[in-house]
């Protein structure tokens, strides 16, 4: 791809937001000051782990060796800028705003943070994921300063969204009227083979660290490895480069003392640029006494004019490929080859950083091109401004360490993933099926990824009896830990396998799960129904991490949402027997849920006793009544339950379970609202009943529970009540209480906190169904500014955006290509639009941009 292509796809995505009058960045945004401390904007792919950028422009949070490590950070690691004016004095500066208060600690801020060194006076950070940007502001530097980070994203390729690198662009503008020589440079230690702090808080290695400086002709910089062997789990490598021509100190001096960051800012302030220096002690002595600390630095020089900008680029990789061949996690999966490695999936195409390194350098202008016509066809949109502020934010999920690809000698890979990262190790491992049920986002922007968790969970976890596993310990060829199944991931999972076929078209797929579809349908029947009435009521575990007993809809809804999926697979495969038997069962089920369990206002549990048993709920209002129901929206499956029932019921959900503040709220459970917060409660009994010990997450606030609930009220046309949730939830995390990209549960970067996406495809009907080659979109009037929308939609082939106008509508294909036989827009003024038999291509990466055969009225 040229330059010139490049920018087109850019500017393409930008033209609808262009005629709206409408600035990129304009929705959605987060702009930060220094004082957001708990802001961490996570860069990376998917699989690779993260280095994040914290409000200040601080480098923090280095978690690229397969597993969460937050609050780390790397001594000596920086960026740093002199300006000289003509005529005038240097200004030398870190390039990150002002140390924050509180200044505590046992040695005041660690030597590693140089503290001392001047820092600028302000910064204002804007994350607008996958891009973020920070403004720096300092009256006394000659020029103004702007980063540009970010790691490429491309919807519906895993492997361009997977890459482990993120690129700095630093933008140079000199105001002045005279010339102002500018020297940029980086500073980094070796952050690979990390084992711990030693008492003084330095990294402790295995192996010997190295760094040294490498120019291939094409990008140079600063190339850290380890004396490990290529198969230990620690080995690995990293590299931060640039394509501009630089002066270096490959290796600073190394002794008891930190003498190498005095040279280095000595050396920087004088000159700018930067020499090779002794590596060892500049006294002599042991040199295998000395610490392993290696650091190195390279610095960049330009000379701009008056008025002149300048771009000067970094990128940061890393490829630490080998990691345990086993969760090593807390809910006891055994640990069969914990002794062994497997790699990860993208160090089957790089064969190091170096490798990882040169291929963005290589294909940056078409691997930003896509990530910015992404970006824009969000933030250009006119989706509500709380609603790209979610799903990008919560998109951070998908690529931070809570996901993760290995090798499988496919090139494919195997997708798998915990519930979430605590701070230093995976949470509640398995690819948890009940917690990935609310998960939309990779369903929607990589579906291949949940294609291949449901072939792993069909094909490896589903027993012959139908029983499925709902934590999967196959994809490391391992032991499983047998545990009775999960009603509502098990019913849950044959849902989105119908997702997945019917996003795909793959008739193939389908097929080869069907047989086990097939057991895992037919499963409830003799596990779940005591009674063979048709209706869920024995011991039921669910993501609670309890069972429910007795009839209750969450169970029921996910049991007859499967029933209806599993009838339309059958169907179409030609299976009439199970077909009908399983469209049936739905009808069943569906009348006698609603006799038993509709009270009149909501759906509860139906109980003798509800202390007979611990951790229920009985009567009741439990914020996953209609999962099951929300499931059906999203895939297309139209109400599963009495529409005017449904409507009261998720109602009843916001009326009783939203909270306007926590002041005067008693919980002893994990707190995730509080104060003057507003947030939605699992569960409360509005009628009463409350049992002596409820379900033992019944008062708390999740975030993947609210987007549901706010999904399902907006299909049911509550669009009020649903924005009202997802505002709350992302007021929560402003940067200043929560960190605005990392929306926490058990764990940090919790997958069902992608249960978000949910919500932008209630609020523009957007549906693609493959096998009919029909995309459809029905947007609700929130999504229009000013009679206008623009809309952003996803299909297994392609993406791009939907706009109306008075005159009707155009679709944008921004990525891959749509082939449809019908594509069907309700447009509030003019009815249904129509085209027949599309086509449309983003050919070489170059937008179409626009009109498919005419769209015509068929109102």
Same mark, same amino acid.
């Given at each position: 791809?040229?330059?010139?292509?490049?920018?087109?796809?850019?500017?393409?995505?930008?033209?609808?937001?262009?005629?709206?009058?409408?600035?990129?960045?304009?929705?959605?945004?987060?702009?930060?000051?220094?004082?957001?401390?708990?802001?961490?904007?996570?860069?990376?792919?998917?699989?690779?782990?993260?280095?994040?950028?914290?409000?200040?422009?601080?480098?923090?949070?280095?978690?690229?060796?397969?597993?969460?490590?937050?609050?780390?950070?790397? %001594?000596?690691?920086?960026?740093?800028?002199?300006?000289?004016?003509?005529?005038?004095?240097?200004?030398?500066?870190?390039?990150?705003?002002?140390?924050?208060?509180?200044?505590?600690? &046992?040695?005041?801020?660690?030597?590693?943070?140089?503290?001392?060194?001047?820092?600028?006076?302000?910064?204002?950070?804007?994350?607008?994921?996958?891009?973020?940007?920070? &403004?720096?502001?300092?009256?006394?530097?000659?020029?103004?300063?702007?980063?540009?980070?970010?790691?490429?994203?491309?919807?519906?390729?895993?492997?361009?969204?997977?890459?482990?690198?993120?690129?700095?662009?630093?933008?140079?503008?000199? %105001?002045?009227?005279?010339?102002?020589?500018?020297?940029?440079?980086?500073?980094?230690?070796?952050?690979?083979?990390?084992?711990?702090?030693?008492?003084?808080?330095?990294?402790?290695?295995?192996?010997?660290?190295?760094?040294?400086?490498?120019?291939?002709?094409?990008?140079?910089?600063?190339?850290?490895?380890?004396?490990?062997?290529?198969?230990?789990?620690?080995?690995?490598?990293?590299?931060?480069?640039?394509?501009?021509?630089?002066?270096?100190?490959?290796?600073?001096?190394?002794?008891?003392?930190?003498?190498?960051?005095?040279?280095?800012?000595?050396?920087?302030?004088?000159?700018?640029?930067?020499?090779?220096?002794?590596?060892?002690?500049?006294?002599?002595?042991?040199?295998?006494?000395?610490?392993?600390?290696?650091?190195?630095?390279?610095?960049?020089?330009?000379?701009?004019?008056?008025?002149?900008?300048?771009?000067?680029?970094?990128?940061?990789?890393?490829?630490?490929?080998?990691?345990?061949?086993?969760?090593?996690?807390?809910?006891?999966?055994?640990?069969?080859?914990?002794?062994?490695?497997?790699?990860?999936?993208?160090?089957?195409?790089?064969?190091?950083?170096?490798?990882?390194?040169?291929?963005?350098?290589?294909?940056?202008?078409?691997?930003?091109?896509?990530?910015?016509?992404?970006?824009?066809?969000?933030?250009?949109?006119?989706?509500?401004?709380?609603?790209?502020?979610?799903?990008?934010?919560?998109?951070?999920?998908?690529?931070?360490?809570?996901?993760?690809?290995?090798?499988?000698?496919?090139?494919?890979?195997?997708?798998?993933?915990?519930?979430?990262?605590?701070?230093?190790?995976?949470?509640?491992?398995?690819?948890?099926?009940?917690?990935?049920?609310?998960?939309?986002?990779?369903?929607?922007?990589?579906?291949?990824?949940?294609?291949?968790?449901?072939?792993?969970?069909?094909?490896?976890?589903?027993?012959?009896?139908?029983?499925?596993?709902?934590?999967?310990?196959?994809?490391?060829?391992?032991?499983?830990?047998?545990?009775?199944?999960?009603?509502?991931?098990?019913?849950?999972?044959?849902?989105?396998?119908?997702?997945?076929?019917?996003?795909?078209?793959?008739?193939?797929?389908?097929?080869?799960?069907?047989?086990?579809?097939?057991?895992?349908?037919?499963?409830?029947?003799?596990?779940?129904?005591?009674?063979?009435?048709?209706?869920?009521?024995?011991?039921?575990?669910?993501?609670?991490?309890?069972?429910?007993?007795?009839?209750?809809?969450?169970?029921?809804?996910?049991?007859?949402?499967?029933?209806?999926?599993?009838?339309?697979?059958?169907?179409?495969?030609?299976?009439?027997?199970?077909?009908?038997?399983?469209?049936?069962?739905?009808?069943?089920?569906?009348?006698?849920?609603?006799?038993?369990?509709?009270?009149?206002?909501?759906?509860?549990?139906?109980?003798?006793?509800?202390?007979?048993?611990?951790?229920?709920?009985?009567?009741?209002?439990?914020?996953?009544?209609?999962?099951?129901?929300?499931?059906?929206?999203?895939?297309?499956?139209?109400?599963?339950?009495?529409?005017?029932?449904?409507?009261?019921?998720?109602?009843?959900?916001?009326?009783?379970?939203?909270?306007?503040?926590?002041? &005067?709220?008693?919980?002893?459970?994990?707190?995730?609202?509080?104060?003057?917060?507003?947030?939605?409660?699992?569960?409360?009994?509005?009628?009463?009943?409350?049992?002596?010990?409820?379900?033992?997450?019944?008062?708390?606030?999740?975030?993947?529970?609210?987007?549901?609930?706010?999904?399902?009220?907006?299909?049911?046309?509550?669009?009020?009540?649903?924005?009202?949730?997802?505002?709350?939830?992302?007021?929560?995390? &402003?940067?200043?209480?929560?960190?605005?990209?990392?929306?926490?549960?058990?764990?940090?970067?919790?997958?069902?906190?992608?249960?978000?996406?949910?919500?932008?495809?209630?609020?523009?009907?957007?549906?693609?169904?493959? %096998?009919?080659?029909?995309?459809?979109?029905?947007?609700?009037?929130?999504?229009?500014?000013?009679?206008?929308?623009?809309?952003?939609?996803?299909?297994?082939?392609?993406?791009?955006?939907?706009?109306?106008?008075?005159?009707?509508?155009?679709?944008?294909?921004?990525?891959?290509?749509?082939?449809?036989?019908?594509?069907?827009?309700?447009?509030?003024?003019?009815?249904?639009?129509?085209?027949?038999?599309?086509?449309?291509?983003?050919?070489?990466?170059?937008?179409?941009?626009?009109?498919?055969?005419?769209?015509?009225?068929?109102?």
């Amino acid at each position: 791809m040229t330059d010139q292509q490049a920018r087109g796809i850019r500017d393409a995505a930008r033209d609808g937001a262009a005629e709206r009058g409408l600035a990129a960045g304009e929705s959605g945004s987060r702009i930060l000051g220094p004082d957001a401390s708990v802001a961490a904007f996570p860069l990376g792919g998917i699989g690779t782990g993260n280095v994040s950028i914290g409000a200040r422009g601080e480098l923090r949070d280095w978690e690229i060796s397969n597993h969460p490590d937050k609050g780390t950070w790397l %001594p000596f690691t920086f960026f740093a800028v002199r300006a000289e004016p003509t005529g005038g004095d240097a200004v030398v500066r870190m390039l990150e705003s002002r140390l924050q208060a509180p200044h505590e600690g &046992d040695s005041g801020h660690h030597i590693g943070k140089v503290g001392g060194l001047p820092r600028l006076q302000s910064s204002r950070f804007r994350g607008e994921y996958p891009i973020a940007t920070v &403004d720096f502001d300092d009256d006394r530097l000659p020029v103004r300063v702007r980063l540009t980070a970010f790691t490429p994203l491309v919807p519906l390729d895993a492997d361009d969204s997977g890459i482990p690198a993120a690129v700095f662009r630093y933008t140079i503008t000199n %105001p002045t009227d005279d010339a102002v020589r500018v020297n940029l440079a980086a500073a980094m230690s070796n952050p690979v083979a990390i084992t711990g702090h030693n008492v003084f808080q330095f990294p402790e290695y295995a192996g010997m660290p190295t760094v040294e400086f490498r120019d291939d002709g094409r990008i140079r910089g600063l190339a850290f490895g380890t004396d490990l062997e290529p198969d230990d789990v620690r080995y690995g490598t990293a590299t931060l480069t640039t394509t501009d021509e630089v002066t270096a100190t490959p290796c600073w001096p190394v002794d008891f003392w930190q003498d190498g960051i005095q040279l280095f800012w000595d050396a920087f302030t004088a000159t700018g640029r930067l020499e090779p220096s002794p590596v060892f002690s500049l006294d002599g002595g042991d040199v295998a006494r000395l610490p392993k600390l290696r650091t190195g630095s390279i610095s960049v020089e330009n000379e701009l004019g008056p008025g002149e900008t300048r771009d000067i680029e970094f990128v940061l990789a890393w490829h630490t490929p080998n990691r345990p061949k086993a969760w090593n996690g807390m809910v006891g999966l055994p640990n069969t080859h914990a002794d062994d490695i497997v790699q990860n999936q993208y160090a089957t195409r790089y064969a190091d950083a170096w490798a990882a390194a040169c291929d963005v350098t290589t294909r940056l202008p078409e691997l930003e091109a896509a990530t910015r016509a992404f970006h824009d066809a969000l933030y250009d949109s006119t989706l509500p401004m709380e609603v790209v502020d979610a799903v990008t934010s919560t998109l951070v999920a998908a690529r931070s360490t809570t996901c993760f690809r290995i090798a499988d000698g496919t090139g494919e890979g195997r997708f798998a993933a915990w519930e979430g990262s605590f701070d230093h190790a995976g949470s509640c491992e398995g690819t948890c099926t009940h917690v990935w049920n609310y998960a939309q986002t990779l369903a929607a922007l990589f579906p291949s990824l949940e294609r291949n968790a449901r072939r792993n969970e069909f094909l490896n976890e589903t027993l012959p009896d139908g029983r499925m596993r709902f934590r999967t310990n196959s994809v490391f060829d391992a032991e499983p830990l047998e545990f009775h199944p999960a009603v509502d991931g098990q019913m849950g999972t044959v849902v989105r396998l119908y997702r997945e076929w019917r996003f795909s078209g793959d008739d193939d797929f389908l097929r080869e799960l069907w047989p086990a579809a097939k057991r895992a349908v037919d499963f409830a029947f003799t596990a779940w129904d005591s009674n063979g009435d048709g209706v869920l009521d024995s011991q039921q575990h669910n993501t609670y991490d309890i069972e429910f007993y007795g009839e209750n809809s969450l169970a029921n809804s996910m049991f007859i949402a499967a029933l209806a999926a599993a009838a339309r697979m059958a169907e179409h495969l030609g299976d009439s027997e199970a077909a009908e038997r399983y469209g049936c069962a739905a009808d069943t089920a569906s009348e006698l849920v609603d006799r038993m369990l509709y009270n009149g206002e909501y759906y509860d549990q139906r109980l003798d006793d509800v202390d007979a048993h611990r951790y229920q709920y009985g009567t009741g209002c439990l914020c996953d009544q209609l999962l099951g129901q929300t499931l059906a929206h999203l895939v297309g499956l139209g109400h599963i339950l009495p529409a005017g029932h449904v409507k009261s019921a998720v109602r009843s959900i916001h009326r009783h379970n939203f909270r306007r503040g926590f002041d &005067d709220y008693a919980s002893v459970q994990r707190t995730y609202a509080l104060n003057d917060e507003a947030g939605l409660v699992l569960c409360t009994w509005p009628n009463g009943g409350r049992p002596r010990i409820p379900f033992v997450y019944s008062d708390e606030v999740w975030t993947g529970i609210e987007y549901q609930v706010s999904t399902n009220l907006i299909y049911e046309g509550f669009i009020d009540e649903g924005l009202e949730i997802v505002r709350a939830t992302r007021a929560r995390h &402003d940067g200043i209480r929560r960190n605005p990209w990392n929306e926490a549960e058990c764990g940090n970067h919790y997958a069902r906190s992608m249960a978000s996406w949910g919500v932008l495809l209630a609020l523009t009907g957007a549906q693609w169904d493959a %096998p009919a080659g029909r995309l459809s979109v029905a947007p609700v009037d929130a999504v229009f500014c000013d009679g206008d929308a623009s809309i952003p939609f996803t299909t297994g082939t392609g993406w791009g955006v939907v706009e109306l106008d008075d005159d009707g509508a155009r679709l944008r294909v921004l990525g891959g290509h749509l082939t449809a036989h019908a594509v069907e827009v309700t447009h509030p003024r003019l009815g249904r639009l129509t085209a027949s038999d599309v086509a449309l291509t983003a050919a070489d990466a170059i937008p179409l941009t626009i009109t498919t055969t005419p769209l015509e009225n068929s109102k």
